[in-house]
């Protein structure tokens, strides 16, 4: 099992992707820009999205990649949108409502639409083509949720998605094996009251979050805004954390194997 980085960015620019990871090549976990980047036949291969929460900028791909595979996944099965029941019904409401885009869970027919929504709940195991992945608590400004993937003897990928601290996911976390904990940090110390009332993570609280995590655990670092990579990551590098901490990039492949093997050496 391989999850591979598509975008881990908080925003566009030049290089710069939103964030979606695809795992193994049926699975998408958020639809952000980095989506855009994959070849039609690739895209037509999708047959699962897991959506953190309902911000732009984890969404805009679904209608898009919906309306590009029409043709390719005609008498296949609906694209399965999992998330929580408010993020599907904001989707509904302010996205496939026939304004600022078509409803594809009707379209292009009621009978054989091109998405399904699918709603979830935090402590659900979704079983998706043999991939076991569970729903993780997320604390941020609108209904969110994380994602662990089950890679077996391997351990657990863990994406914690949009987040301020949360001390329930490190109450999870705290039973399982992580292998991979990829963790936001939105915005860089100097704009940590921005972090606090948009309910994201800057350098300082990160640290503080990554205290409750046992071990030393490969720490992956997303959504940093286009332009403040290096000075969010130097701030991050100042924390002393037992952690080995790193900034995730597009085209990172992360390996879940059943051997004691490491994606990064
Ligand atoms: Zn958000
Ligand atoms: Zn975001």
Redesign the pocket.
């Known amino acids: 099992m391989i999850v591979q980085v598509l975008g881990c960015s908080g925003s566009i620019a030049a290089g710069c992707r939103t964030t979606s990871f695809l795992l193994d090549d049926d699975v998408l976990i958020d639809a952000g820009t980095g989506v855009g980047d994959m070849p039609l036949d690739a895209l037509a291969r999708i047959q699962h999205i897991l959506i953190s929460?309902s911000?732009l900028?984890?969404i805009l791909s679904i209608g898009l990649l919906a309306d590009s595979v029409m043709r390719e996944r005609k008498n296949q099965p609906p694209i399965q949108v999992h998330a929580l029941p408010e993020t599907l019904a904001a989707l509904r409401t302010h996205i496939f409502n026939g304004v600022i885009w078509p409803d594809f869970t009707r379209l292009p027919s009621a009978e054989h639409p091109m998405l399904a929504l699918v709603p979830i709940a935090v402590g659900e195991v979704l079983e998706l083509n043999g991939k076991r992945v569970e729903v993780l608590s997320a604390a941020?400004?609108?209904p969110?949720v994380g994602y662990a993937v089950d890679g077996g003897t391997a351990g657990w990928w863990v994406y914690t998605g949009?987040t301020g601290p949360n001390p329930a996911l490190w109450e999870r976390l705290a039973r399982m094996q992580v292998a991979h904990l990829v963790i936001e940090t939105a915005f860089g110390d100097d704009e940590r009251q921005l972090a606090r009332i948009s309910r994201?993570l800057c350098p300082a609280a990160l640290g503080h979050e990554l205290q409750h995590l046992a071990g030393s655990v490969d720490v992956h670092i997303t959504h940093i805004k286009p332009g403040e990579r290096e000075a969010v990551m130097a701030e991050i590098g100042k924390l002393g954390s037992p952690h080995k901490i790193r900034a995730l990039e597009i085209g990172d492949v992360m390996r879940l194997i059943d051997e004691p093997k490491r994606a990064y050496a």
């Open positions: 929460h911000h900028d984890h941020h400004t609108v969110a949009d994201h």
